[in-house]
């Protein structure tokens, strides 16, 4: 009986070590989790550009910097837009120049920079803050801010709207083309991709893009054209370079760019996840909806100035004429009861009409003229003649910029 308990024990003994050795066999054995896949790299290629578009928003924020390169046979016409973004507050600012040669036609440059009345162009350089609710305007030649809401502007002409953009709180950056970017090939971080046309012909500034646009490339007809694009990515998936070529939409024959060589636009991204964007105003902020009118509802004696942000030669900001001004308004006058006369004949009447009320008006109003004894004088288009079934003169002097 003890050899026969020994033996079973023995068995036993045999049996443990065995299960010892199964069970350490099993872990060896046992599925390793899967490597992650990159959010944007390790995904369909089609689709790369798309997601890092995702994945720089997903930082929280960035600073940006944007340069659009016109090429003529006159030089070089540069925009810079500048500033940081607010990805989940959706809020930016931005400060934006131009930089146009002095060789540049007058209509050229009027249209890169707009016109206002008396002066050869608009300014050059203009600051802006973007949320939810309001775009904030600073002109560069002005210190105080106009403060636009929605209902604030004509939405029609884009000139504001371009400012707010829909993939980052600032508008009129490639970012906004980005969502429909397709990758065509991949080296490391580094892509060539092509674009549809419309979103990028969309953020190009004022009416830059009718000028240019070749008949091959109108917008809405050409849906299916596509715009070559090169980006840089960084190791998270996010866009530190992309660069859009334009040239091939330019008209080879008129317009004011006629010759035109190249266009191109440049976006550089950086600082991700520690840009904070301006959200106050520094200085003087004044309500666009009571400062910002057309020049005809400017009462005779206030001062206006002509950069509202909206290119727009009829609106003006309507200002104390203690601070620094572009302009008085000495005279307003109305030709009724008789349809519109062609502008030949509506010029003359206004010429007439500021000729007669120059030297009755208040001698205050017209001595701070830039040149002496001169004076300007807007009167109505056809469209408004007929609008309102009479015409309208406005007489003003353009004062010396920053007189007060």
């Given at each position: 009986?003890?050899?026969?308990?020994?033996?079973?024990?023995?068995?036993?003994?045999?049996?443990?070590l065995?299960?010892?050795?199964?069970?350490?066999?099993?872990?060896?054995?046992?599925?390793?989790?899967?490597?992650?896949r990159?959010?944007?790299?390790?995904?369909?290629?089609?689709r790369?550009?798309?997601?890092?578009?995702?994945?720089?928003?997903?930082?929280?924020?960035?600073?940006?910097?944007?340069?659009?390169?016109?090429?003529?046979?006159?030089?070089?016409?540069?925009?810079?837009?500048q500033?940081?973004?607010?990805?989940?507050?959706?809020?930016?600012?931005?400060?934006?120049?131009?930089?146009?040669?002095?060789?540049?036609?007058?209509?050229?440059?009027?249209?890169?920079?707009?016109?206002?009345?008396g002066?050869?162009?608009?300014?050059?350089?203009?600051?802006?803050?973007?949320?939810?609710?309001?775009?904030?305007?600073?002109?560069?030649s002005?210190?105080?801010?106009?403060?636009?809401?929605?209902?604030?502007?004509?939405?029609?002409?884009?000139?504001?709207?371009?400012?707010?953009?829909?993939?980052?709180?600032?508008?009129?950056?490639?970012?906004?083309?980005?969502?429909?970017?397709?990758?065509?090939?991949?080296?490391g971080?580094?892509?060539?991709?092509?674009?549809?046309?419309?979103?990028?012909?969309?953020?190009?500034?004022?009416?830059?893009?009718e000028?240019?646009?070749?008949?091959?490339?109108?917008?809405?007809?050409?849906?299916?054209?596509?715009?070559?694009?090169t980006?840089?990515?960084?190791?998270?998936?996010?866009?530190?370079?992309?660069?859009?070529?334009?040239?091939?939409?330019?008209?080879?024959?008129?317009?004011?760019?006629?010759?035109?060589t190249?266009?191109t636009?440049?976006?550089?991204l950086?600082?991700?996840?520690?840009?904070?964007?301006?959200?106050?105003?520094?200085?003087?902020?004044?309500?666009?909806a009571?400062?910002v009118?057309?020049?005809?509802?400017?009462?005779?004696?206030?001062?206006?100035?002509?950069?509202?942000?909206?290119?727009?030669?009829?609106?003006?900001?309507?200002?104390?004429?203690?601070?620094?001004?572009?302009?008085?308004?000495?005279?307003?006058t109305?030709?009724?009861?008789?349809?519109?006369?062609?502008?030949?004949?509506?010029?003359?009447?206004?010429?007439?009409?500021?000729?007669?009320?120059?030297?009755?008006?208040?001698?205050?109003?017209?001595?701070?003229?830039?040149?002496?004894r001169?004076?300007?004088?807007?009167?109505?288009?056809?469209?408004?003649?007929?609008?309102?079934?009479?015409?309208?003169?406005?007489?003003?002097?353009?004062?010396a910029?920053?007189?007060?």
């Open positions: 009986m003890i050899r026969r308990l020994a033996r079973t024990g023995a068995v036993l003994a045999a049996a443990s065995l299960l010892t050795a199964c069970s350490g066999g099993g872990n060896d054995s046992a599925p390793k989790a899967a490597p992650t990159h959010p944007v790299f390790d995904q369909k290629l089609d790369q550009m798309f997601l890092a578009l995702r994945q720089s928003q997903k930082a929280g924020s960035a600073s940006f910097t944007q340069t659009l390169t016109l090429t003529t046979r006159k030089g070089k016409a540069v925009q810079t837009l500033g940081r973004l607010d990805f989940a507050r959706n809020t930016g600012d931005a400060t934006v120049r131009w930089k146009v040669p002095e060789q540049y036609s007058d209509a050229a440059k009027d249209l890169l920079l707009g016109r206002a009345p002066r050869s162009n608009a300014d050059a350089l203009g600051r802006f803050l973007v949320d939810g609710q309001h775009i904030t305007y600073r002109a560069g002005a210190d105080y801010w106009l403060r636009y809401a929605g209902g604030d502007y004509d939405a029609s002409r884009r000139t504001l709207d371009k400012l707010r953009g829909t993939e980052a709180a600032v508008g009129g950056t490639l970012l906004e083309a980005l969502g429909g970017a397709e990758a065509t090939s991949r080296q971080g580094n892509y060539q991709a092509n674009v549809p046309l419309d979103p990028v012909w969309n953020m190009l500034p004022g009416e830059l893009s000028q240019l646009t070749s008949e091959s490339y109108t917008p809405g007809v050409s849906r299916t054209k596509r715009v070559p694009l980006a840089s990515l960084d190791d998270q998936g996010r866009f530190t370079r992309v660069r859009a070529d334009l040239s091939g939409m330019l008209a080879k024959k008129g317009g004011f760019f006629a010759g035109a190249s266009l636009v440049d976006l550089e950086s600082g991700y996840g520690r840009s904070k964007p301006d959200t106050r105003a520094d200085g003087q902020i004044l309500d666009a009571g400062t009118r057309l020049i005809h509802q400017v009462k005779p004696g206030h001062c206006v100035d002509f950069s509202t942000g909206q290119r727009d030669i009829e609106l003006v900001a309507d200002i104390p004429c203690a601070k620094p001004h572009d302009g008085r308004v000495f005279a307003q109305t030709f009724g009861g008789h349809a519109y006369p062609g502008r030949s004949a509506a010029k003359a009447q206004a010429t007439e009409s500021c000729r007669g009320v120059f030297d009755r008006v208040p001698g205050a109003w017209t001595a701070e003229s830039d040149e002496k001169s004076y300007w004088y807007m009167w109505s288009s056809e469209y408004d003649w007929q609008q309102d079934r009479k015409g309208r003169a406005t007489c003003y002097v353009v004062t910029r920053g007189q007060a």
